[in-house]
């Protein structure tokens, strides 16, 4: 089994930057990709950002050049840098975890910008 924690979420200004984290543990051998999804009430939920065990990343277009994804593989950590925040950031951000073909999900944090 693989647990994921997600932290860091809280509200912000427009324009103001937060930092998540996402801490895996379990039972985690081989990951093939970890990334951050989110959902907006009323939305689906969309890949923001996403990073393969080999440090490829892909980011949504409405994300590029302000969030950033990176991981810690000796702390099974995965971060999400976001800067310039829009109040259309404004969602649950989800850590997802690839491993052996299953997903694994942590259980959310909430990301408001708002003035």
């Not at 994921?4 to 324009?15: H, I, T, W």
């Not at 939305?43 to 980011?59: D, F, H, M, P």
């Amino acid at each position: 089994q693989v647990h994921l924690v997600e932290s860091g979420g809280g509200l912000v200004q427009p324009g103001g930057s937060l930092r998540l984290s996402c801490a895996a543990s379990g039972i985690i051998y081989s990951i093939s990709a970890m990334g951050w999804y989110r959902q907006a009430p009323g939305k689906q939920r969309e890949l923001v950002a996403r990073i393969t065990s080999g440090g490829r990343t892909n980011y949504a277009d409405s994300v590029k050049g302000r969030f950033t994804i990176s991981r810690d593989n000796a702390k099974n950590t995965l971060y999400l840098q976001m800067n310039s925040l829009k109040a259309e950031d404004t969602a649950v951000y989800y850590c997802n975890l690839e491993q052996f073909g299953l997903d694994y999900w942590g259980q959310g944090t909430q990301v408001t910008v708002s003035s």
